[in-house]
């Protein structure tokens, strides 16, 4: 069972920047779709980024443009370098498979307000 480790999360303003990456256990990691999810309070977890074994990604619209969602294999580890962050980018942040699988990590809280 691959178990995630999401860090890199904090309080930033609008327009700021933050890079978050997710550090995976397991020998298989690189097979895997990896992707991130959000969650914002009262609302449903939603996929931001998704990003196949072979390193294409896909966005959900409303980042597309501003997110970036990377993987380094040799290090189990995948990022998303966020960009132009609005208000309502505030969630908490999870990576996991795609689909999920397994247990989700504990996120990271990204927080966007002047």
């Known amino acids: 069972q691959v178990q995630l480790v999401e860090s890199g999360g904090g309080l930033v303003q609008p327009g700021g920047s933050l890079r978050l990456s997710c550090a995976a256990s397991?020998?298989?990691?690189?097979?895997?779709?990896m992707a991130w999810y959000r969650q914002a309070p009262g609302k449903q977890r939603e996929l931001v980024a998704k990003?196949?074994?072979?390193?294409?990604?896909n966005y959900t619209d409303s980042v597309k443009g501003r997110f970036t969602i990377s993987r380094d294999n040799a290090k189990n580890t995948v990022y998303l370098q966020m960009r132009s962050l609005k208000a309502e980018d505030t969630a908490v942040y999870y990576c996991?498979?795609?689909?999920?699988?397994?247990?989700w990590g504990q996120g990271t809280q990204v927080t966007v307000s002047s």
């Open positions: 397991g020998s298989k990691f690189s097979i895997y779709t």
């Open positions: 996991n498979l795609h689909p999920p699988a397994g247990v």
């Open positions: 990003i196949t074994s072979l390193g294409s990604p």
